[in-house]
């Protein structure tokens, strides 16, 4: 089991108040992403989750037992840092192995759980080397290797990608991903990165200045965003937001449109517009426009883009794409 509640959580540093007031349901088994800009506060709510950090107020229900005055070590949850925390003198083996060694588990039994571990992990030809040894793919597997023989009931993971390559960052999501297919265990990933967001979530949790703007799947994020600071955060270019008459003649204060909701024409549109930067990535092209009415904007066109420099083009939103926001950034429907 690991259904996660959080009622109420509160927590300050001194006069600063992190997190306001946080709640939260967490269904057992789920992929769960905490993202937001830096110091959010996301890192801090994983710790209180962990017990790491004390909650100021609130619970943390862990299936149905509050557990916001337990011992991290008292709450079943695992925990995978950024920075590994491997022990560098001992072997792969026994650093998989270390937290069962101090629960006084038997040698049979530690020796069956770091082998199971190792080979979903692909670290079996690697048991005997120190991490010094290893890549920071390898490490990072090993410190999900020391999550996964203690079988908790959550996999809690801070930024753990973040250290990596951008080549051996897309492969280890996609090594997360697949653990969370085979494992179906509850898991909570913190990132500052939506990409990750989107790829690996079941359910996503945006925060900012720790508050929850919106809570939801990925796609419904990107489809209905509840404000323009979730519509500006979800979705890579960000959205482009259009005010004037534009907007007033949509019965909204702004619109938001997504880089890949614009159609561009060289012959007519809504949109006059010089473009600045093509980016030609070969499936895509992403153009950096300057609009005299609306000033810099994003479009992400397909298919075979000639375009460069000075060009003139038109930009004309795609209708049932367009998000409508109010004067206090809220979407209205
Ligand atoms: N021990 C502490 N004492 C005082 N302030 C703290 C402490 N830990 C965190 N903070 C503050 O709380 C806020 C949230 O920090 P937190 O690390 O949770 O943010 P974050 O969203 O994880 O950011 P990042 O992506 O940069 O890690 C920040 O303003 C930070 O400076």
């Not at 994983?46 to 337990?70: S, Y």
């Not at 082998?115 to 010094?132: C, F, M, V, W």
């Not at 810099?296 to 049932?320: H, W, Y």
């Amino acid at each position: 089991m690991g259904a996660i509640r959080l009622e109420k959580v509160k927590k300050t540093f001194g006069t600063l108040d992190v997190i306001p007031g946080v709640d939260l349901d967490i269904n057992d088994g789920e992929f769960v992403v905490f993202v937001g800009p830096s110091g959010c506060g996301k890192s801090t709510l994983l710790r209180l989750i962990a017990g790491l950090e004390d909650v100021t107020d609130g619970k943390i229900m862990i299936d149905g037992i509050d557990v916001a005055n337990e011992a991290p070590a008292k709450r079943g949850l695992s925990m995978v840092f950024q920075s590994y925390a491997l022990y560098p003198h001992m072997t792969v083996f026994n650093n998989i192995a270390f937290g069962l060694k101090m629960a006084g588990e038997s040698k049979e039994v530690i020796n069956e759980k770091v082998q199971s571990a190792a080979k979903i992990l692909n670290l079996t030809d690697y048991l005997e080397r120190r991490p010094g040894a290893l890549s920071g793919g390898q490490r990072q597997r090993v410190a999900i290797g020391r999550a996964i023989v203690r079988n908790p009931a959550a996999f809690l993971f801070d930024e753990p990608l973040s250290n990596l390559d951008a080549a051996l960052r897309v492969n280890m999501r996609l090594e997360i991903t697949g653990l969370h297919q085979d494992l179906k265990t509850t898991m909570i990933y913190v990132t500052h990165d939506q990409v990750e967001a989107m790829t690996m979530a079941d359910k996503i949790v945006v925060l900012q200045a720790g508050r929850v703007e919106q809570v939801g799947k990925p796609m419904d994020l990107y489809s209905k965003p509840a404000n323009k600071f979730v519509a500006g955060f979800i979705g890579s270019p960000k959205m482009n937001f259009l005010g004037g008459e534009l907007a007033a003649k949509h019965g909204c204060h702004e619109i938001g449109v997504r880089p890949e909701h614009l159609v561009v024409s060289t012959e007519s549109g809504v949109i006059p517009a010089t473009v600045k930067i093509a980016e030609h990535l070969g499936a895509e092209t992403y153009l950096h426009v300057q609009s005299d009415e609306f000033g810099a904007m994003t479009v992400r066109a397909t298919g075979e883009m000639p375009l460069s420099g000075n060009d003139k083009i038109f930009l004309t939103p795609e209708q049932d794409r367009i998000h409508r926001f109010d004067a206090h950034g809220l979407a209205l429907g």
